[in-house]
């Protein structure tokens, strides 16, 4: 997979454009999300169910993985079975 795939959830309405990624298995809701949209919709895992917001990117804690949410959706992204986290704003310079 390279920077710029979109991918789709297969247990909610969740898409994601890839920025950054490593060689593990990008998941949402639980389950592994894949370019096309599957024809049967997996469950949604309970642990996995926190939300995505439109244009926030979500990195893991090596740093390894970067995504940006395109469309959001009740599932959450996580990496292998580990939990993203909402990647934080750089600060602007002070303008004295």
Same mark, same amino acid.
């Given at each position: 997979?390279?920077?710029?795939?979109?991918?789709?959830?297969?247990?909610?309405?969740?898409?994601?454009?890839?920025?950054?990624?490593?060689?593990?298995?990008?998941?949402?809701?639980?389950?592994?999300?894949? #370019?096309?949209?599957?024809?049967?919709?997996?469950?949604?895992?309970?642990?996995?169910?926190?939300?995505?917001?439109?244009?926030?990117?979500?990195?893991?804690?090596?740093?390894?993985? #970067?995504?940006?949410?395109?469309?959001?959706?009740?599932?959450?992204?996580?990496?292998?079975?580990?939990?993203?986290?909402?990647?934080?704003?750089?600060?602007?310079?002070?303008?004295?």
């Amino acid at each position: 997979m390279k920077p710029g795939t979109r991918l789709k959830s297969a247990a909610d309405d969740t898409e994601v454009m890839v920025i950054r990624t490593g060689g593990g298995t990008i998941e949402c809701g639980g389950a592994p999300m894949g #370019e096309a949209k599957p024809a049967e919709p997996a469950a949604l895992n309970p642990d996995f169910s926190a939300g995505t917001l439109m244009g926030k990117r979500y990195v893991d804690a090596g740093g390894q993985y #970067e995504l940006l949410c395109v469309k959001p959706g009740k599932g959450s992204l996580s990496v292998d079975g580990v939990a993203l986290i909402v990647k934080d704003a750089k600060p602007l310079p002070a303008s004295d």
